[in-house]
């Protein structure tokens, strides 16, 4: 059932209103992994409004969530969720919270950003956003956010910072994107951010703001520093790193802060409270100043898509095996089909740590063939020493099911 909420929104909010694709077996895969790694993590380290959440919305392990599910959860607790694609402009976003409805981005990350992507995406959202809102406190804080920035009046500057991140987003998450490309784009957003920076508008100060609670905050809870934000519950590299960054405490103060989006955060700032940040909106909002007069109505949906690219007849192989893998774990396929898959991936698709990961899983918990056990974890021990970020993303699965067994 779709909520109130979103039944409700007027057309230039709903106009934002995206249909969510159908994922290839892959993308579930990724999503399968994130969530398995990420979960044991931020039980012990993320603010309890995570777990809340998590149950409250029920967010599944092995598939990516249908935003449709989320909205009717949601709807418990008076709040909805729509899809969306990619940044929506800022107005439409905090329009949107003002109203009781997280925008979604539909996206799903590209392998190579499995473990960070400044581009906003399901699981950004479905593990990020999302798994914050069984707390009213925290429906609170959003839908503060959301009036605020309505209200705030906003510079030319702030345009043409949301127009760049939203250019380099897209390169970011694009397949084809060459290198030359990707520095053009983060050229044009360095100069774009120091120029919204320098403007200083009340909406600008309000993201600062948003971006080191919302984002990346950390809230006090117990005397321990929780992990709040959506960006470090949905980034398994930057939320680990937490504890080994320099932490402030938040304050009104923090609205002038810098921020990067492209980047790793060096600080990160905590609030001693969910009651704390509203607060300190509270005292934002008597350094505004003045109400903006442009009101919802004068919103421009952006044209450019995000994830334009078509899977070429590689990935349309590599996709097949991974639909494969799939049927073999829920048991629609006999297991004699890892085998083959395994010598398609080696043959063709030597990059690929995701897939091998799961076959060895799926052949660890069956007890089965043990020659193709050993062989495949020596493969992939392998490819975990060439790099850093592999050693972690293989590692980190290999630790998952090697407890479990
Ligand atoms: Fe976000």
Redesign the pocket.
Known sequence: MVSEHVKNLPPPLAQFKEVQPKYTAAQHEAWRYIRQVSHPFYLEHAHPSYLESIELLDIPIDTIPRIAHIDDKLSQVSFGAIGVNGFIPPRAFMALQYRGVTPISTDMRIPANIGYTPS?DIV??GL??TTMLANLEVRRILQLFGELGIKAVSAPEDQEYYEATRHLSILEEDFVTTEEQKKEANERWKLANKAAYDAASDARRLSALHWFT??FGLVKYNRESRIWG??LISSIDEGRNYLNRTIRPLSLETAEAQYNITIQQETLYEAESLDNILDILEKFRGTMSGTSDVGIESIIKPEERTHKFRPTEKQKRLNRIYKAMRECREQKRNTYWLRESWQKLEKEHEDDWLAPLGILEILTKGGFNPQLRSEIRASLEKKHGQSKDLEKLIGDGLALFDKAA
Do not use: I, N, Y
């Open positions: 906003p950004h959202e990020g956003h919302v984002e959506a960006a």
